[in-house]
Every structure is written in structure tokens, then in C-alpha cells.
């Protein structure tokens, strides 16, 4: 079941997007701004800082991003820390998803990395894994005021396809579409991927309304 907590609480006219992942940022906007959410990012924010993120869990390093740089810009922030997680590799990259492949890490690097991990081990294994995205909002203060968890289950592709999306998605396919978030582009992605799903369930929580 997915984790979520929060009191109720107000609304703030603007969120502060607290990433610096532009990938992120396209697929947040979009599903903030139809429910009548206006955010911004953090571009020209006077203040904003780089996050180090010291946390060892999904959560604990989502509620570190939103609330030290809320501190940092005084407003509402929205932060997320997600990743993948692959059966067979006992849960890796998990948190170091982002830094896979080391010092300088880039997406290619890392799904060449991830291809390179699976065909070491036992194809019995299987290719199953999951994307997990954890999302903290903590007022001008550093409060966290509600935090929401969302996940989403694929199979890792032998070799990329297709060139949308971003991070590990030319890779991750959704056994219900048989293709990669690489090939399905944004609406896809924004109806059932992990960020999608947390978001929806802050934003209810956030309208006090029932969680799903
Ligand atoms: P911020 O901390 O600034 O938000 P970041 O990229 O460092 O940006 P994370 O630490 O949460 O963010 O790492 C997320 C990584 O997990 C991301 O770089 C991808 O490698 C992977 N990931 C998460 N969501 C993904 C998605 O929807 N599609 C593909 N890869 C994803």
C-alpha cells in the first residue's frame, strides 16, 4: 500500500518546485496546473540552495529537499526524491538512482550500467522492477505539512527504445502497454507513472478530500 500522511491544511496559492531535474519539472507542471495549483521552479528564486541528499530512503531525502529549500526561499516547496528499483538487483539503484554510475553520472551512463548489471546475473531472475517516487510539501518554515508516495511496476528491456521521457524510461516497460515510458510519451506517463500517482494522492490530501 502506498505510505501518505498529512493534516489539513491550506492550500498555498504557489508551490515552488524543488528540483533541479528537468524531466521532473515537464512532468510535474502539467499535472499541477489543471487542478488549479500554480508552481513555479526554482530558476531566478533568490536563495535557492543545492539540496545534498544525505537521506537513505525515497522519503527521508524527499521531506530533506522540500524543507531545506523552502527554509531557503521562504515559500511552499514541493520536492520529490524517486528512482528505480530492479527485482533482481535487490532493489538497486533505489536512492542512488540519479548517481548509478558514479562521479559525473549521466542517463545514458546509467542505463548502460543497468544493461550491463543485468546481463551479468541469472536471467531466471527475471527483469521485473519498479519505480517508486516519494513527495514531501513543507511550508516557509521547513514544516512538512504532507507528504505522498506513488509506484509503478515495468520489466527492464534488453536494450533502449525510444527517446521520450527521461532517466531509465527507454528501458522501463509497462507490461500493460508492451512498450517503454521511452515510446509512450508524456500522456502515459501522466496518468499512471509513480510521480503521477503521488501527486494525485498530495493533491487530495492537500484538498482534504478522501485518499484512494
Ligand atoms: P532533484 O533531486 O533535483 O529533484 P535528481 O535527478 O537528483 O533531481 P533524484 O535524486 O530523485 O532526483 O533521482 C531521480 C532519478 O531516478 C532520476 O535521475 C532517474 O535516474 C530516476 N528516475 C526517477 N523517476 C524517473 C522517471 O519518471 N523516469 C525515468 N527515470 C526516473
Given amino acids: 500500500m502506498p505510505a501518505y500522511h498529512g493534516r489539513m491544511i491550506e492550500l498555498p496559492g504557489e508551490l515552488v518546485l ?64 524517486s528512482g528505480l528499483l530492479v527485482d533482481a538487483l535487490d532493489g ?11 562521479p559525473g553520472a549521466t542517463d545514458e551512463r546509467n542505463n548502460d550500467l543497468l544493461l550491463e548489471r543485468l546481463a551479468a546475473i541469472d536471467p531466471a531472475r527475471g527483469r521485473g522492477a519498479a519505480y517508486e517516487c516519494h513527495m514531501a510539501v513543507a511550508a516557509p518554515d521547513g514544516e512538512i505539512l504532507v507528504t505522498a508516495s506513488g509506484r509503478c511496476r515495468g520489466v527492464i528491456a534488453t536494450s533502449r527504445r525510444g527517446t521520450g521521457g527521461f532517466g531509465y524510461d527507454p528501458l522501463f516497460i509497462v507490461p500493460e502497454y508492451h512498450a517503454t515510458f521511452g515510446e509512450l510519451g508524456p500522456s502515459v506517463k501522466a496518468v499512471i507513472s509513480h510521480r503521477a500517482r503521488a501527486l494525485r494522492r498530495l493533491v487530495e490530501i492537500l484538498r482534504g478530500g478522501r485518499v484512494r
Fill in 18 to 81: 524543488g528540483t533541479r531535474n528537468a524531466g521532473k519539472l515537464r512532468e510535474l507542471e502539467p499535472l499541477l496546473s489543471p487542478l488549479g495549483i500554480r508552481c513555479r521552479s526554482l530558476d531566478g528564486l533568490a536563495g535557492a540552495v543545492e539540496v545534498e541528499e544525505t537521506g537513505s530512503t525515497f522519503a527521508e531525502n524527499a521531506a530533506l529537499k522540500a524543507s531545506q529549500q523552502a527554509v531557503a526561499v521562504s515559500r511552499h516547496v514541493l520536492a520529490e526524491d
Fill in 92 to 102: 538497486a539503484p533505489g536512492v542512488y538512482s540519479a548517481r548509478y554510475s558514479g
